[in-house]
């Protein structure tokens, strides 16, 4: 973990007083860039997303809360810079000697439709786990508009399958050997049924 890094920057930026949060942002957050709002120093603000990029490299958690609100370099209103905040003691643990932790790969991959109010476009994301440890993890806003949650969360669970199959192969390089498939877990139904469609078409045309 970056504790330590995480307790200087609150020094830093004098924000010894502030208040812990249990979660990066709130779930309903929605920012914009034409509100009328006052301007903050552009320098400042980029002082702290260039900091708060540091801790994603242990921080998952900050992943998304942090492209969320660099998105506002240019014209960063004060209700953006009330957003750069965080916890202090979280970080990755790689447990040893636990006997009963299966040591299988698996994925969950989620998006937020429309979730950018400006552009419309959808922020997809995804994180791997190895027994109880997160391996790989990505949170990127996507360059194109999807029209439908189902299209969103297709989108998301086909990069989501990219990263799988490439940690699979890894996997096999490290010659670690895993009992069971790699899971990829996905939270919409519409998707789950669009990708088992085009699953059983696929198979259709490959044995014809």
């Not at 786990?129 to 949170?139: A, E, V």
């Not at 439908?148 to 989108?155: H, K, L």
């Not at 669009?194 to 044995?207: A, D, G, H, P």
């Amino acid at each position: 973990h970056q504790s330590k890094y995480a307790k200087n920057l609150l020094k830093r930026f004098n924000m010894q007083q502030s208040n812990p949060v249990g979660t990066p942002v709130d779930v309903r957050l929605v920012l914009k860039n034409h509100i009328d709002e006052d301007l903050v120093d552009p320098t400042y603000y980029r002082k702290i997303i260039g900091c708060l990029r540091c801790l994603c490299n242990t921080r998952l958690d900050l992943s998304f809360s942090v492209r969320l609100i660099s998105r506002f370099m240019q014209g960063s209103k004060q209700s953006h810079l009330l957003v750069a905040q965080g916890t202090v003691d979280f970080g990755i643990l790689f447990p040893k000697g636990e006997i009963d932790v299966k040591l299988e790969l698996v994925g969950y991959s989620d998006s937020d439709w429309c979730g950018d109010k400006c552009d419309r476009k959808n922020t997809t994301n995804y994180i791997f786990f190895f027994g109880r440890t997160p391996i790989s993890w990505s949170s990127i806003k996507e360059p194109i508009v999807a029209l439908s949650s189902c299209e969103a969360e297709n989108i998301a669970a086909s990069k989501t399958a990219c990263q799988e199959i490439w940690l699979d192969a890894l996997m096999k390089e490290f010659q670690v050997k895993s009992k069971r498939n790699v899971k990829l877990l996905v939270d919409n139904q519409s998707g789950i049924d669009l990708e088992k469609t085009s699953n059983i078409s696929w198979k259709e045309q490959t044995y014809r």
